[in-house]
């Protein structure tokens, strides 16, 4: 894999290689060229908006989003966010990381689906998420140029994203689909699970245990 694509350098230290080989021993292609698109996004609009950040810890962030859809790192009970968000952190504190990093790290990964909040958060948290909401339905489309996106997609093809990302959230997710309460991942549950009723906020208000 070339270092540079559409002049974004993709981080090769021994930290960002060695977390780019656990998405690639654990996912499969499909979350490796999502992952990719999603950081060289990011990175484009952290450059293009000139703000400072760290490449290396958004790369990372980038390569554990969606880490805790596979087989190997899926909870029996948390959101699928805090599945890739923990093991972010493992793989961090295993290695030395400081604390402050890891944070940044878990806080991105954590909060990636978390629109209208994550956004405001931390800047590597900030791109990231435009970066995952840029591949996955197209937010913000013209602000990168069609020829940009074509050394983006040539380097990491979409092989059918719009389908397929759908069908991994499901199979990350479908044995515990009480998890998606409150998420854009319910949506998916309502789509794949045959009579499916997603938790309703007001019903929980007004059915609680309070007497009035």
Known sequence: MTNFIADIKIPDSKLAVEAAELLRDHGDDLLWNHSNRVFLFAAMKGNSSQVKYDAELLYISSLFHDLGLTPAFRSPDKRFEVDGANAARDFLRSRGIPEESIRLVWNAVALHTTVGIVEYMETEAALMNFGVGYDVVGKNFD???????????????????????LHAFWEGFKHKPETTYGTMNADVCEMFLPGYQRPNFCHHVLHSKWEE
Do not use: W
């Open 143 to 165: 602000f990168i140029p069609a020829e940009v996106r074509k050394q983006v997609v040539e380097a990491f093809p979409r092989d059918q994203f719009k389908h397929n990302i």
